[in-house]
C-alpha cells in the first residue's frame, strides 16, 4: 500500500510540474527497459544518460518548489542542494568515464554523492526541530527505540561491508563503507521520526520513507559491487537512484503545497506500529546473534532497542492503569460511589436489549434542600453517602442502581412488573424512614418515588426517565409516597412544568397578593389581629388560591423566596394600618422550609425595624410536622425568633402525629385549633369534648387558643362558652383584600356605636376554599 500510494500521487500533480514530472517518469521507464534488454553485463549508455536526465528533471522539479516556498524557507533549499549534488555527481561520473569498461573507482563525483546524505540529515532536522521541545519523554523514548531497532537490522545488512573496508586502506574501499554508514544512519533517523507519533510531518510523509529506503538499497548493493566485482554504469541498480530522488522531489512537492493543511500527529493503535516493529527487529537481531556471528554493533543497538521497549512496555501498563481509573472514574459518582448518569445512560441500553421485564424507579428526596440549607451542605452530603449506602443494600444483584446527581437517584430492578416494582419502592421508603445521624442529630428523611415500566411504558431509557420523573413528582404532589406512570400523567407534567415557569415569573413580577382574615375575640368581639393568606393573581386564569401552586412552590425550592414576597407584604401592610390608628397584628405562615434559614430570626427583626414596628406587630405561625420533625432545630430558631418579642402560634394544632411534649418545651404562646375539630363539635359529643378539653389544656400551659372554621353561630358561641379566646371564619368574615377588610371594619365600629349587632357574615362558606 505504501509503495502504491506513493508511486501513483506524482503522475496526479497540478500546476505547470505535471508535464515535468509525466517526463521524469518516463524517462526512469525508458532506462528500465534499455538496462533491461542490454543484459546485466555490458554497459548501456543509453540507460545510463536516461537516469541522469530524470535525476536532473528532480533537481529541476526541487527548485521550483524553492522559489514557490518563497524567502525565508530552509527546508527546501536543503532537499534540493542535495538533490542536485547527487545529479551533479552521477553526470559527472558518466561524463569522465568510458561507458564500456568497468569505471575507475573512487572518482571526484563521489563527492556530489557523499553530501546527499548529510544534508537531507540536516532537512529533516529542520522539519521536527521546532517540534521536539514540544514532544514529551514517551514520544522520545518511542523514537528512541526505533533509532535502536532499525539501526540494528541495518547493522547485520552491512557488516559484511564494514567488516570488507575495515581491513583496507584503499579509498575506495573507505568509500564503499562511507555510503552505508551514511545510510544506516539516515535509515535510523527517519524510523525514529516515524516512531515519534507526537510530530505532524505532512500528509505525503511516506513517499519520502519510501524514497530514501530504495535509495538506501540502491547505496548497498552499490558498495557491494564497489568492493567486489566492481561498479558499472547502465545497470538497474541505477534505477534505484533516480526513483529515490524522484520520490524524494515529489515529497517536497507535497509538503510546500500542504503546509497550511498539515495532516495531525498519528494518535491510537497506529503511533505504536513503528515502536513494535522496532522491538520485533531487535528481537530478531538477537536471536540470529545466537546462531551466527552478527557485528558487535548490531548486538548492543538491538539491546538498547529492548531496554527502551521494557521501559515503553511498564510506562504503558501504568498508563493503561491510569486510564482505567480514569474510566471508573468518569462513570462513578465521586460522593457516594455510586454509577452516574454517564453510566446509566451507557449500561441501560444493552440491558434493556436483552429483553424482560424491567421497572425504572426515580427515587428523590423529600425537602432535601433544608437540609442543606440548615445544617450546610457537608451534612447534606453525608446524608447522600447514609442513604446511598442504604440503597445499594436494598439493591438486588441484577439491579443497576445510580445516583442522577443531588438528591435524586434512579433503579432498574431485573424482572419486575408493577406490582414489584411497588413493593420495592415501599421497601426503599420504609429503609428510608430509619432516622439517620448527622452532627448528633437524629433526622429523619421521606422519598418520593415515580415508576415507570418496561417495555410496555417505553423502550428507551430517555422515555422511561421521563416517565419516571412524571410519577415521581405526582407522587410529591399527591404524597402517596410513590406512584406507577400512568398516560394521563402526561398532562400533568406538562401543566407541572408550565406552573412552574409561570410561578418564577409571577415572583418578579410581584404577581402575589394577600387576602387578610380577621381574628375575633370570641368573648369582646374585638378585632386585634389579622391572618395573612396569599393569592396569586394569574394575569390568564384569574385569582388562584394556594391549593393551586403551593406544592409546586414547595416541591420547586421557590418557599423560601415565596415566604419573603409574603412577610414583606404583610409588615407593608401591618405599617399602613399602625400609620392610620389601627394598631392590627399580622400573622404569617411559616413552611418547615421556610425556616431553615439560620439568618432567619434577625432578619424579621430587621424587617420589623425599618418599617418602625413593634415586635407585636408581627404572629409568626408554625406547623406541627415543623416542630417534630427536628426538635432541636425547632427550639434554636423559635428561640431567637421569640426572643425578639415576636409571638409564635402553632397552626392547625391536633392534626399531626405527634407527642404534646413540644408544648412544654418549645416557646409557643397560641394554639390554633383546626376546623376539622371545629366543623363537627356542635354535632358530635366526642368533638365537643375534644375542643373544650383543648381549650383547658391550652389555658394550664399559659398559652391562648384561637379556633378555626367557626361556620355558624351556634358554633361561636358555644367556642365562647368554652373559653375559647379567638376565632376565625367565614361567619364573621372570609379571606378578603386589605381595602374590604377597611371597609369591614368601619362597618363594625359603626355598628358598634349605634349599638347594633356587629356583622358577622360576608361570603357563603362554600364561595371560597379555605385560606
Known sequence: MLGVRALTAPIRPRGPATLLLWLAWTLVAGAAVASLLTGFGPPSAVSGWLNVLAQWAAVVLCWVEVRRAGSGRVLEPLVATAVTAFAAGHATYLLTTDAAAPHPFPSGADVGHLVFNPLILAALFVLVYRQLRTLSWLVTLDSAVGVFGAAAVLSVVVGPILAAGSGASSPEALLAVAYPSWDLTMVA??????????????????????????????????????????????????LGWTVGLLLVAVWLRGSTASRA???PPVRGAWAMVVPSMATVCGIAVLVLASQV????????????????ASIRTIVAFGELRRTVNLLAQTRTDELTGLLNRRALYADVPGLLEDGGRRALLLLDLDRFKEVNDSLGHDAGDRLLLQVSARLAQLAGAGDLLARLGGDEFAILLDGAGEAEAEVVAVTLRDALAVPFTLAGIALTTTASVGIALFPQQGADLTVLLRKADMAMYKAKSSRTGHHVYRPIDDSHGDKRLRTLEELRSALVDDEFVLHYQPKIDLQSGAVRGVEALVRWQHPTRGLLYPDAFLAVVEESGLMHDLTQVVLAEALNQAARWHRSGKPLSVAVNFSASSLVDESLPERIGEMLRTRGLPASALQVEVTEDF?????????????????????IAVDDFGTGYS?????????IDQLKLDRSFVTPMTADARASALVSSTVVLAHSLGLTMVAEGIEDG??????????CDEGQGYFMSRPVPPDQLDRWLTDREADAAVGAPARRRTLSPAAEPAG
Open 659 to 667: 407527642s404534646l411534649a413540644y408544648l412544654r418545651d418549645l416557646p
Open 714 to 723: 351556634e358554633a361561636f358561641a358555644v367556642l365562647a362558652g368554652y373559653g
Open 261 to 263: 493543511e498539515a495532516a
Open 189 to 238: 533517523v527517519v524510523t525514529g521520526i516515524a516512531a515519534a507519533h507526537g510530530l505532524s510531518v505532512g500528509r505525503n510523509w511516506n513517499q519520502l520513507i519510501l524514497g530514501l529506503l530504495i535509495f538506501t538499497v540502491a547505496d548497498c548493493l552499490f558498495a557491494f559491487r564497489a568492493t567486489g566485482p566492481g561498479y558499472v554504469i547502465g545497470t538497474p541498480l541505477d
Open 627 to 647: 416542630l417534630m420533625s427536628d426538635r432541636g432545630r425547632a427550639h434554636d430558631i423559635l428561640t431567637r425568633v421569640r426572643s425578639q418579642g415576636i409571638r
Open 293 to 308: 556471528r552478527v557485528p558487535v554493533t548490531a548486538v548492543v543497538l538491538a539491546s538498547l532497542a529492548l531496554v527502551g
